[in-house]
């Protein structure tokens, strides 16, 4: 059975006078971001995006091929496309989990909780 404090995100971060990102610890994580420096965010064009929203809609998954020819599409790379459809995915299942929430159905909330256990325990079960 995992433990919580062993889990990567179990305490929360904060930043220490110089700017780095602490744990509860108070170990820097400064040394992460000089292995690799993040890409800036990608400012999708409106054609883009409706491309990918009516895309999704059709075909909540993509194979590798279809993901390529998108990316290619749209002028964007194979990750971008796939982040993009990662995202769209996650926003589907907040709202999904929001909706159970407000309507406090006990049988739906019940069967909430132990996927939401699950995907804790297993998070490679939200991969695709």
Same mark, same amino acid.
Not at 4 to 18: D, K, V
Not at 34 to 49: G, I, M, N, V
């Given at each position: 059975?995992?433990?919580?404090? &062993?889990?990567? &995100?179990?305490? =929360?971060?904060?930043l220490?006078?110089?700017?780095?990102?602490? $744990?509860?610890?108070?170990?820097? @994580?400064? &040394?992460? +971001?000089s292995?690799?420096? !993040?890409?800036?965010?990608?400012?999708?064009? $409106? &054609?883009?995006? /409706?491309?990918?929203?009516?895309?999704?809609? !059709?075909?909540k998954? +993509?194979?590798v091929?279809?993901?390529?020819?998108?990316?290619a599409?749209? @002028?964007?790379?194979?990750? /971008?496309?796939?982040?993009? %459809? /990662? *995202?769209? @995915?996650?926003?589907?299942?907040?709202? %999904?989990?929001?909706?159970?929430?407000? *309507?406090? $159905?006990? $049988? @739906?909330?019940?069967?909430?909780?132990?996927? +939401?256990?699950a995907? %804790?325990?297993? =998070?490679?079960? +939200?991969?695709?």
């Amino acid at each position: 059975m995992h433990s919580i404090a &062993h889990h990567p &995100h179990a305490f =929360p971060l904060s930043l220490n006078e110089a700017g780095q990102k602490e $744990d509860e610890s108070g170990r820097s @994580s400064s &040394h992460s +971001l000089s292995k690799k420096q !993040r890409k800036a965010r990608t400012a999708f064009t $409106d &054609h883009q995006l /409706q491309t990918l929203e009516k895309s999704f809609e !059709r075909q909540k998954y +993509l194979s590798v091929q279809d993901r390529m020819e998108l990316a290619a599409k749209l @002028s964007l790379s194979d990750t /971008q496309v796939k982040t993009w %459809y /990662q *995202n769209r @995915s996650l926003v589907g299942i907040l709202a %999904y989990i929001r909706r159970i929430v407000l *309507n406090n $159905d006990e $049988d @739906s909330l019940r069967q909430l909780g132990v996927t +939401l256990v699950a995907l %804790y325990i297993q =998070p490679a079960l +939200l991969c695709y």
